[in-house]
């Protein structure tokens, strides 16, 4: 069994190198490729100076266009299993076999990693929270798949789906449509329980008003995948 | 009834609109693919100046009193189709445009690789010259 974790960054410099060893610790068993969505700040020559496995996109294409270039990646090195993982410490490397054994065991093709199963751990602002359940509950509607963490950006999936994300991936905010796209094409969805930490330090990259923005486009996308089957 | 005034600025802003398109299509700053739909309402617009017959049977049928007015609405969702295919056209070109971003990160890495690679095996060699 070959594992790729894809880790996503944009100017992670101050987090990078602890994500990696932690990585390193906890799973010695998995590959990895950092995906340097072009940041601007030290990321790029901290993974040269420490000899990490990196690609570099050459402009910025969001999270959704590294996360599937991570997809691609996957595809052409022929893993069997993809894991995605935050560049900020948010994901803790120690529930990575969490995440890998409903995949392993052929009870799932879709695991995410969730932070509301358990209750424990950072849980997001309560406004957040209140979104996060809306959407939850469109995608339960529309899909008839119940997943608690739709935002949960810590997430396993088989080959069969590294091969469907490398072909089409969601763009902005892509981790609910993901869900959906996830569940139209027959995936089996499972959620499985992890702690997740505060951001160690940067920004998240959804801000207050732009959760409305993120509701409305996740209630389209919902909509459209309706539509197409 | 349309006036004969407003057939007449139709007619002129038609053809500016004519020479405008084809000077452009042929010093191809205009590629004829995307161009096919407004080639194709312009000649819409000199069907209806040319029979203003149709223009009232339009409004009559819409419910629109003034034949200006019926223009400006034929014009106006004209324009609105245009921008949606055109919306579509930038979806697609930035599709392709990803898909080329991640390739490229994907090929740079394997060239790093083997330049890596070679660095380390053209190091002795150097040494033994020496």
Redesign the interface.
């Known amino acids: 069994m070959k594992i790729l974790i894809i880790i996503p960054v944009y100017n992670e410099g101050n987090n990078i190198e602890k994500v990696i060893s932690r990585l390193k610790e906890n799973a010695p068993y998995v590959d990895y490729i950092v995906?340097n969505d072009c940041s601007s700040d030290n990321t790029v020559s901290l993974c040269k100076k420490n000899g990490f496995h990196?690609?570099?996109?050459?402009?910025n294409?969001g999270i959704g266009?590294g996360v599937?270039?991570g997809y691609?990646?996957a595809l052409?090195h022929n893993y069997d299993i993809a894991i995605q993982m935050d560049g900020d410490g948010q994901h803790d490397a120690k529930y990575i076999e969490k995440v890998l054994k409903p995949i392993l065991e052929d009870q799932a093709d879709i695991v995410i990693g969730s932070r509301f199963l358990l209750k424990e751990g950072f849980q997001s602002s309560k406004l957040r929270r209140t979104g996060i359940n809306f959407l939850s509950f469109l995608i339960k509607l529309c899909s008839g798949t119940r997943v608690k963490d739709v935002t949960s950006g810590f997430r396993a999936v088989n080959k069969k789906f590294i091969k469907i994300y490398s072909q089409e991936y969601p763009?902005d905010y892509p981790e609910p449509e993901a869900i959906i796209a996830g569940a139209f094409h027959g995936g089996r969805i499972r959620e499985v329980p992890v702690v997740m930490h505060e951001r160690e330090s940067g920004s998240s990259s959804i801000h207050s008003w732009k959760i409305i923005y993120y509701m409305i486009k996740v209630s389209i996308a919902i909509f459209t995948y309706r539509l197409k089957f | 009834m349309i006036s004969s005034s407003l057939r007449l600025f139709l007619t002129i802003g038609l053809t500016l609109y004519f020479l405008l398109i084809f000077s452009l299509l042929k010093r191809r700053t205009l590629s004829l693919k995307y161009t096919l739909l407004w080639i194709f309402g312009g000649f819409g617009m000199g069907i209806l100046i040319i029979f203003p017959q149709i223009l009232n049977w339009f409004i009559h049928i819409v419910g629109i009193k003034l034949a200006s007015n019926g223009v400006f609405a034929i014009i106006l969702f004209f324009v609105l189709i245009i921008l949606i295919y055109i919306t579509s056209i930038v979806s697609k070109q930035s599709d392709i445009l990803?898909r080329l971003?991640?390739?490229?990160?994907?090929l740079?890495?394997r060239i790093r690789e083997i330049e890596d690679k070679m660095d380390k095996e053209s190091a002795p060699e150097d040494e033994k010259k020496e």
């Open positions: 995906v990196y690609i570099s996109l050459p402009v294409l266009g599937q270039a691609l990646y052409e763009q | 990803k971003v991640q390739e490229n990160a994907l740079e890495k």
